[in-house]
């Protein structure tokens, strides 16, 4: 245990004194956020609206796409009971559900308005009011074929920091444990450092336990300064547990440092670690939702984020800390995290190699 200890406080060395990796494992996130936070953090440009029931009249499908072909709306069509929980967890600002009226050429339209955002929810409702009376008269002709009824929704009140920093989170875990932990461990058997560990007593799996703790502990710190300075520049408000939110950074971490371990073991020299690093976590970072809803994704895109552990990662983080949920309502995504943890140790361990393939 002395050893283990020694070693870990070791590779804590190693890292603060290299000044790069100290700028891109603690300065570049939070340079990041707070960029994106002061560029995006004060508004929306768009009207989400959710559209239910659209099937009870031709008049309401025409409506609903003459809606999706109109600059300023985003327009999601699904069932009541989807529509009035992306509602409730503050992701529509109006959800008009349709029905039939009670004449035989009127069309009920009940509108629930998302009150997190009282100025914005208004001009939300003022829109969509002044173009339903618009599209009325274009489709049918006649006014007051449409019986409107509005109702309130105390739903979910965030911005894009409070969005965008779970997804800020994210891509520090992924980036400490795929790129930094990749090129390091492809760096020590480039010199030649586990060769000489094989020759001491000092057994490799506290070395590379050792690692491991150092990296896990770095992303928790990580996480961290991220939140506190959220929580100070751009008053964020965590709704959950920290518990259930240092779960997910914790299994988070194991999750890409497991996948850091992968490229460590096919790589041959750093540059090469480097660029499959650098492959592997682009296009994670951009189709996992952690800049917009991947919900406007093309449907042939949609399997494949659902194959990125970014995508859980970032999903179970704003679940945890915007919506409040506890650790059980997660438990998918906790659960393909652990999985692709312990697929990409094994493999790891499968294809581990002492030595660089031209030694």
């Known amino acids: 245990m002395t050893s283990f200890l020694a070693m870990t406080v070791a590779n804590f060395k190693m890292i603060v004194r290299n000044r790069t990796a100290m700028f891109f494992l ?42 999706e072909q109109t600059d300023g709306f985003t327009v999601y069509r699904n069932d009541v009971d989807h529509e009035m929980s992306a509602i409730d967890d503050g992701d529509r600002l109006v959800v008009i559900v349709f029905s039939e009226g ?94 000489r560990i094989k020759g001491t007593p000092f057994p490799l799996w506290q070395f590379i336990l050792s690692r491991i703790t150092t990296q896990v502990v770095i992303s928790v710190f990580q996480i961290v300064i991220l939140v506190a300075i959220a929580i100070m520049l751009f008053d964020v408000q965590i709704s959950s547990s920290y518990l259930a939110m240092a779960v997910l950074v914790v299994i988070g971490a194991f999750t890409f440092l497991s996948i850091g ?42 399997p494949i984020i659902g194959l990125l552990p970014l995508t859980y990662l970032v999903n179970g983080l704003r679940d945890v800390m915007i919506r409040g949920a506890g650790v059980e309502a997660v438990l998918l995504e906790i659960l393909v995290l652990i999985g692709t943890a312990v697929a990409g140790f094994l493999i790891s361990v499968y294809f581990f190699r002492w030595e660089s393939r031209s030694a």
């Open 26 to 67: 603690l300065g570049f996130p939070v340079i990041f956020m707070v960029l994106f936070g002061f560029l995006f953090g004060e508004g929306e440009t768009r009207l989400h609206i959710g559209i239910a029931g659209e099937d009870s009249s031709p008049i309401a499908i025409a409506i609903a796409e003459q809606m």
């Open 102 to 195: 009670t004449g035989s050429a009127q069309l009920d339209a009940d509108i629930y308005v998302n009150q997190s955002n009282p100025t914005f929810s208004q001009i939300g409702l003022s829109a969509v009011e002044q173009f339903l009376l618009q599209a009325e008269m274009e489709i049918t002709g006649q006014p007051r074929m449409i019986q409107p009824t509005v109702a309130d929704v105390e739903a979910e009140s965030f911005g894009f920091i409070e969005f965008f920093l779970p997804g800020v989170i994210g891509i520090a875990l992924m980036t400490n444990g795929v790129q930094a932990l990749s090129s390091t461990f492809v760096a020590f058997r480039e010199k030649g450092i586990l060769r």
């Open 261 to 302: 371990f992968i490229v460590s073991a096919f790589a041959g020299n750093t540059d090469v670690a480097d660029a499959a690093g650098t492959l592997i976590t682009l296009p994670m970072m951009f189709l996992s939702g952690v800049f917009f809803p991947t919900d406007d994704a093309p449907g042939w895109l949609q």
